[in-house]
């Protein structure tokens, strides 16, 4: 039988070591940085923008689901975003992830939240993967690839140089997008 419970700022190293997993999975073993525990403490004690919960099956860690809040007018109010699910190999298709999302909009509904939110791996990782699946399975619908912008440079909490978008902007393609839509958004 699989439980949950909510993480707190003592659960720090077991998010740490299935954080690691995940990255480790998804970045096929080439990972960035490693997760570290003192960070994952201070956004765990984070607790009106940062949640989680923990799987257990016999009283072990078997899965996680770490959300985050977050505002936006499209979501009329506040909403969550579902930021690591993470379910260990032997424990996959045991309902772990079910019961982990089920926490999750169980603790969603609570906070009134608009809706639930998650990214998926890059597009042909996500056509291959059962997760694709689940999440589409529980209700999820596709709303479009997500993109981000760094806003670190190399090392660790520095700050970006103030022409950086500018210099990218420069240097990105234009897909054919007419230069009059560009300099709306510039």
């Excluded at 039988?1 to 077991?14: G, N």
């Excluded at 424990?91 to 926490?103: E, F, P, T």
């Excluded at 291959?128 to 760094?150: C, H, M, Q, T, V």
Aim: glycine content about 10%; hydrophobic content about 45%; overall charge neutral.
């Amino acid at each position: 039988m699989v439980t949950t419970c909510e993480v707190s700022v003592d659960d720090a190293a077991t998010v740490t070591r299935m954080v690691s997993a995940l990255l480790a999975e998804l970045g096929a073993g080439h990972v960035e940085a490693g997760v570290d525990t003192q960070l994952v403490a201070e956004l765990l004690a984070m607790k009106e923008r940062i949640s989680g919960f923990l799987a257990f099956a016999e009283e072990h860690p078997v899965g996680l689901i770490m959300l985050s809040e977050s505002a936006a007018l499209f979501a009329r109010g506040t909403y969550g975003i579902i930021t690591e699910l993470y379910v260990v190999p032997d424990q996959r298709s045991s309902g772990v992830a079910m019961a982990l999302i089920d926490a999750a909009v169980t603790h969603g509904t609570t906070k009134g939240w608009g809706q639930l939110e998650v990214g998926a791996p890059r597009q042909p990782m996500w056509n291959r993967s059962p997760n694709s699946a689940l999440y589409l399975k529980l209700g999820f619908s596709e709303i479009g690839p997500r993109l981000k912008l760094p806003l670190h440079g190399p090392a660790q909490g520095s700050p970006a140089a103030p022409t950086r978008v500018e210099s990218r902007r420069r240097r990105a393609p234009r897909r054919g997008i007419p230069d009059s839509i560009v300099a709306t958004f510039a």
